[in-house]
C-alpha cells in the first residue's frame, strides 16, 4: 500500500501565494505520474496539474502560467506552487499518485485525504 499526506493548504486573500506538499510512503516500488487535482463544493473533481516520472507536466487551462507542480523523487513528494489565487480556486485539493507497490508489483492509483485552499477578501 502507499499513502499519500498533503499539507500546506489555507485561507488566503486574492493575488496571495501558496505552496501544497504531498509526500508518499509505504511500501513503494515505483512512482510513475503524480498529481493534483481539486473538487470545488457541488463540482466535479477535476485535475490541475501533473508530472511523469521524467518531469514532463500538464495543466489545466484555467492555472497554466499561474501554478507550477514539481516533485523530488529522492522524497517521493510533488509540490504544486500557487500563485496569483483567485477565488475561484477555492476547492480541495488532492494529491494523485500512479504507484506501484510491493508485494504485488500491481500498478495503483492512490489519493491523499485532501487539503482545503480558500481565497477569499
Known amino acids: 500500500q502507499v499513502q499519500l499526506v498533503e499539507s500546506g493548504g489555507g485561507f488566503l486573500q486574492p493575488g496571495g501565494s501558496l505552496r501544497l506538499s504531498c509526500a508518499a510512503s509505504?511500501?513503494?516500488?515505483?512512482?510513475?505520474?503524480m498529481g493534483w487535482y481539486r473538487q470545488a463544493p457541488g463540482k466535479e473533481r477535476d485535475m490541475v496539474a501533473t508530472?511523469?516520472?521524467?518531469?514532463?507536466?500538464t495543466y489545466a487551462n484555467s492555472v497554466k502560467g499561474r501554478f507550477t507542480v514539481s516533485r523530488d523523487n529522492a522524497k517521493n513528494t510533488v509540490y504544486l506552487q500557487m500563485n496569483s489565487l483567485k477565488p475561484e480556486d477555492t476547492a480541495v485539493y488532492y494529491c494523485n499518485a500512479a504507484a506501484i507497490a510491493y508485494p504485488t508489483y500491481l500498478l495503483n492509483e492512490y489519493w491523499g485525504q485532501g487539503t482545503q485552499v480558500t481565497v477569499s477578501s
Open positions: 509505504g511500501n513503494i516500488y515505483r512512482i510513475n505520474a
Open positions: 508530472i511523469a516520472s521524467g518531469g514532463s507536466k
